[in-house]
């Protein structure tokens, strides 16, 4: 991917993090795919936010994770709130590892990411069966896990070529 | 050049004039430790109040504010758009690959298609000569006529919930199009659902698939009335049958029209397989293939104001609440 000049490169790079996970919103609630009630789907606004909160954690920070969070819901139609505390939860997970698993190698990255979405998920099903007292099959939830856990290696390459396209000067993070 | 190190050791006490200096650089010091905890401390407030503030929304939306589910539509209407033009690549993609499926698949599929003119001939008739009785009919009992004709208003598919726990579909109408709370949703095939939320642009569709879902339905030719329960499975299943149903497998689900929101007749599924005391529905609508929809404005059936009176006089038990 071609470098962007270096005057554009740090406002480019600081823009990756929100637009990229704008999209990621979008994504998840375009009707894309099959609109069938058990049809398998991914979670790519989980998979984006884990990424930048790791990479660019001054960005992706609480405010940005719960204005998804927010934008998500209201999209989905689920309760306000909802998607933004799951977010939020990730946030709290990913910030002890910021320091030291960026530079880690990417399998071990991986296996951080499913550690936190297990959470995520965990908390999710916690919230839904809560708020809507309903006993909600944990099968579409593993499923949607299992198919997210599978999709970050190909969405962590592509944004770390966004990413590398556009290097943030001050503080340049290596994996 | 290379220096030799003196061999005088350096007093480690600086002198006198150096103090305040040292003191200084102290005091600095410590105001940026101060500076920085206060910093990490105002951070870690900020994210405490920002998971306050979502765990607070979760119960406000708990209490259904209208307030907040205006919100919503408003943040949906600003987002229709993006969805539609998220869909379109993919549209493109699947239109051509139906197009290839049809061009492939002609021979046999015009046979099917005169086969089933044949069919629908018969039918015709049958519905023509049927409607002309049903008329003859109520014109002896003094009944009105029933107009089945509801308004359509198509309108595209755009977005779907895509959570395991709620898939509403996005519609790429709302209030500028005459859509209201209510109104059903229908394809080619049959009853998609209805419109639990509108905004200007955009409405949001309750699948009857949803566990939240939940539509009065006439079974088979025996015409045993029940409701149809989603429960966030492809199938739907049937409750509060009449004692001894006659239900049998292939019968062929119909809205009822009971409650009067729904229009009556509307094809909704099949009775799929009945197992556990429970009647399972395998609705028309294929899912996979869901694009453009009809939203019928039915105007519903209000009681006759005679009616009305009667039922709320001294002695007249109340109607309870439909389900």
Known sequence: ?175 | MYAEPSAAVPDPLPPDDDLPVRAERRARRRLRALWRSLWQLALALRTAALVAAAALLIVVSKVDIQLLRTVQMMATDAAVAVLAAAKMPLAAVRTAAREVGALLAARSENARLRAEVERLREWRSRAIRLEVENRALRRLLAMPLLETRPRRTVARVVGDGANPFARLLVLDAGRNRGLARGMAVVNAEGLVGRIVAVGERSARVMPLTDRDSRIPVLVGSSGDPGVLEGDNTPNPKLRFLPLNPRVRLGDEVLTSGRGGLLPPGLPVGRVRAVRDRQVVVEPYVDWTRLDYVAVLDYPGVTPPAADRSRATAPGHPQPGPHP
């Open chain 1, 1 to 175: 991917m071609t470098r962007v000049p270096a005057r554009l490169a740090r406002p480019l790079a600081d823009t990756m993090p929100p637009l990229t996970g704008l999209a990621a919103v979008i994504l998840d609630r375009a009707a894309l795919g099959s609109l069938a009630p058990d049809a398998p789907d991914t979670d790519l606004t989980l998979a984006v936010a884990f990424y930048w909160a790791l990479y660019r954690p001054e960005i992706m920070g609480p405010p940005l994770l719960f204005l998804l969070g927010l934008l998500s819901d209201a999209l989905a139609g689920l309760p306000l709130g909802f998607t933004a505390l799951t977010l939020l939860a990730l946030g709290l997970l990913v910030r002890g590892g910021a320091r030291w698993l960026p530079a880690q190698p990417p399998p071990l990255i991986w296996a951080a990411f499913a550690v936190v979405a297990v959470s995520v998920a965990l908390l999710r099903w916690l919230l839904a069966s809560l708020y809507f007292a309903w006993p909600f099959a944990p099968g579409p939830l593993l499923l949607q896990l299992g198919l997210t856990l599978l999709l970050y290696p190909p969405i962590a390459w592509l944004l770390d070529r966004l990413r590398r396209s556009a290097p943030e000067t001050d503080h340049a993070r290596t994996p």
